[in-house]
């Protein structure tokens, strides 16, 4: 009995024993690898960075810092200099702390017109005819100012110049008129046009009230005139002095 009991006390203390020297050297070999890892520098964000914003921003204002991460850590695209996402857009939200990756953005052609709205821009579209748009005369990336025509509580009509200096986002096309917005024959045509949100009510007010043109301004020194409202009895009486100028002003 005694014989049986000592060897089932030396089988115990060489089990305990091997555990023991097996926690050793597993707790050692983690250390070792973790130890002789290889890191890497990667770029993260510093703030949240909203979709669209554009890589030059990214890259030049303090958006983002370097950060030594193990080689296992790193995600698929993540750049090692901002410039890689210089000329590219923020095509999804990346939040503070991730890591910047060329998967998150594209270029701005890609983009199309969301590339080019920022702040208070919005896109809106203008249906209109042929003359009212400038079709076959207005290109992409053109200026141009927008005229109202609206009529006062008394019936009295005025115009405008309601808007300036709007971009042009998208010219209408010259062909394939039925597939464009809308089916009312007398708007068969569209212009994508950039204005802010402030502006766009004021377009929409003419567009639903009354009626409108667009004018096409100069591609290089565009002036404009004084502001001013134009009615029935601004457009006779200028350039008239005297009693025909008292006489019309008696006939309004």
């Known amino acids: 009995m005694t014989y049986r009991i000592r060897n089932i006390g030396i089988a115990v203390a060489l089990a305990i024993v091997a555990a023991l020297l097996t926690t050793f050297y597993v707790t050692n070999y983690k250390k070792s690898v973790q130890q002789g890892e290889s890191t890497v520098a990667v770029y993260v964000a510093s703030r949240d960075i909203p979709l669209g914003t554009s890589g030059s921003d990214v890259a030049h204002r303090a958006m983002l810092h370097v950060e030594h991460v193990p080689r296992r850590s790193v995600v698929p695209g993540a750049i090692s200099q901002p410039n890689q996402v210089e000329n590219l857009v923020a095509v999804e939200p990346i939040y503070n702390g991730e890591q910047i990756s060329t998967r998150r953005f594209r270029t701005a052609e890609e983009q199309g017109i969301r590339a080019q ?132 002003r008696g006939g309004r």
Do not use: C
């Not at 212009?191 to 377009?203: E, F, I, N, R, S």
């Not at 007010?205 to 502001?227: C, I, Q």
């Open 117 to 248: 709205l920022k702040g208070t821009l919005r896109a809106v579209a203008l249906p209109g005819d042929e003359h009212r748009l400038l079709v076959g005369t207005l290109k992409d990336g053109d200026r141009v100012d927008f005229i109202g025509y609206l009529e006062f509580g008394n019936g009295s009509p005025a115009t405008r110049v309601v808007l300036r200096d709007l971009l042009v986002l998208e010219a209408p096309e010259t062909s394939s008129v039925s597939s464009k917005i809308g089916s009312n024959p007398d708007s068969p045509y569209a212009a994508m046009l950039a204005v802010t949100d402030a502006q766009a009510q004021k377009m929409f007010l003419v567009m639903e009230g009354g009626k409108w043109t667009l004018e096409l301004r100069p591609v290089t020194n565009a002036a404009d005139s004084p502001d001013s409202i134009d009615t029935p009895y601004t457009v006779l009486t200028d350039g008239i002095r005297g009693r025909k100028r008292r006489v019309l």
